[in-house]
């Protein structure tokens, strides 16, 4: 109840009060009523409505009204003849009219005010709750070829598929297909639901097409006998925004770092929290850091859990000729290199990584007669990487990007390797990759008309970074690969647009195995 309220009801009671012997004839009821209003003016006053001078007006009031009514009680009637009472009637006390008014008054401003916020009565609306939902999503159909070159050799290790098996003896698939040309129809469906809790805080989901068991790819490749595809769970987290430069990220969230595909896959989505930092430091100038903590794959029975640490910090530089933004990140892994069993022993079995793609030296770690073969990741793994983007604007509304990224594995060590492997790893450490890129047009295709271009060279070394989440379209995935990348894309309408990759790499160290991909896409985001 409001002050407001509160005081309109202390007047009323002390207007009731002054008339209370015209409505109270029963001495036991008007001690009741008068007990009962001594209580409403305590409570008047621990509220704060009235004034402790007023409490005790009202208290005097009673007192009068009291001895008024004795004293008429006392004295005969003179005019009235003396009438029995009806048991049935109800007595109202009297309220004045001024007090009835503003009392309709306030109610009637409250009821409007709740069915404005509200909606009542309007032809579609919705309740409040709903207005802090927001739905949003996207569909990709895909053609996409795969060409291999004829001299590649077609015995390059499927690691993933032989540590599901055990034996590379009774694996379907031991090698991965570098020789058969492929042409497929894919297609990619997502859907988010962003969800405002209170201010500050948000929740979000979303759910896409792809493979459980495959964490860099939403695609679903079409033609499986008219079978139904799945839909995952690829993001669920919390956001927390208490200030303009802080957000707390925790849950399965989206990519957190200022980061290319050159270490991180653009679908793969993130399991922890991150904390961001975003400070001002002039009006065209912010500093950024972002910290975040990951479980990669928690072990049930061992205390070496396999996480990812990270930390980054950086410069976004926004001026109205162009915008400039530079960070260096350290991604630091732990307990994801192999260790060999020893004989007939399973007990490092949860070293060998849940997913791989291809690339990174690796290792068998069983001496398991009955399962002989599985395989870990020799390096360790404690990445570098310096990226920079700048966005020219001088050509508005066409604009110049340019993109670049370097990273170098600061874990990598030859000795250390040979000395827990066994193997012997001869020639350069292959433990770098860098990137370039440039593209002209708008920097995101959103209305009819609009197109971009862009051309890319990428050199990724075998550990460089970790294989299983690079990105998983330049050379089908994985590390040990260089070449070119190249395409565009153009504007149909609004939020439709088609677009063109060529991606053309090679193998950097060991056999040869060249593949050549060919992306065309129909996007729509709604």
Known sequence: ?????????GLGLS?????????????????????TTQSLIQILLEQGAITQEKAQALMDEIGRGARDTQTLQQEPALTQPEQEPDKKSVRVPYVPEIIKQEMTKEIRQDVLAQAKRESWGKPGSVPEWAHKIRWEGDFRFRYQ????????????????????????????????????????????????????????????????????????????????????????????YLKFDPYSWL??????????????????????????????????????????????????QEIELSKDDKWLYGVQTGVDWHRSEFRARFGVAYYDYQ???GRRNKLNSHLF??????????????????????????????????????????????????????????????????????????????????????????????????????????????????????????????????????????GGSYGVATDAWLSLRWLSADEITGPPLAIDVLQFDLNVRF
Do not use: C
Not at 1 to 9: E, F, G, P, V
Not at 265 to 281: H, I, S
């Open 145 to 236: 070829s795969d060409q291999f070159q004829d001299d590649n050799t077609p015995f390059t290790p499927n690691f993933l598929e032989i540590n599901r098996v055990g034996d590379v003896t009774k694996t379907a698939n031991p090698f991965i297909n570098a020789t058969e040309d492929r042409q497929r129809l894919r297609l990619r469906a997502r859907l988010s639901m962003l969800a405002e809790v209170t201010q500050g805080i948000s929740a979000a989901f979303r759910l896409t097409t792809g493979g459980s068991n495959d964490p860099v790819s939403t695609n679903q490749t079409l033609g499986n006998s008219g079978n139904r595809f799945n839909f995952s769970l690829d993001q669920a």
């Open 335 to 337: 307990n994801i290199t």
């Open 349 to 486: 079995d949860f070293t060998a990584p849940q997913f791989m793609q291809k690339g990174n030296t690796v290792f068998n770690i069983s001496q398991d007669v009955a399962k002989p073969d599985l395989y870990a990741l020799a390096a360790k793994y404690k990445e570098l990487a310096v990226t920079t983007h700048v966005d020219v604007y001088v050509f508005a509304p066409v604009y110049v990007m340019l993109t670049a990224d370097y990273v170098k594995n600061l874990g990598f060590d030859k000795g250390d390797i040979e000395q827990h492997t066994g193997l012997s790893i001869e020639g350069k450490e292959q433990d770098q990759a860098w990137l370039g890129r440039i593209a002209v047009g708008m920097p995101k295709i959103k209305h009819r008309h609009d197109w971009q271009v862009f051309a890319g060279y990428k050199h990724l070394e075998s550990n460089a970074v970790v294989d299983a989440f690079a990105d998983s379209d330049f050379h089908l995935g994985g590390t040990n690969a260089k070449g070119w990348i190249a």
């Open 247 to 296: 957000t707390v990220v925790a849950g399965k969230t989206p990519n957190p770092w200022f980061a290319t595909d050159l270490v991180w896959d653009e679908d793969l989505n993130f399991d922890g929290v991150a904390v961001q930092l975003k400070p001002r430091l002039a009006n065209d100038l912010v500093w950024f850091s972002t910290l975040g903590a990951f479980p990669l």
């Open 15 to 35: 207007l009731v009060l002054a008339n209370s012997a015209t409505f109270a004839d029963d001495k036991e009821d008007l001690e009741k009523l008068r007990t």
């Open 1 to 9: 109840m409001t002050n407001k309220k509160l005081r309109t009801l």
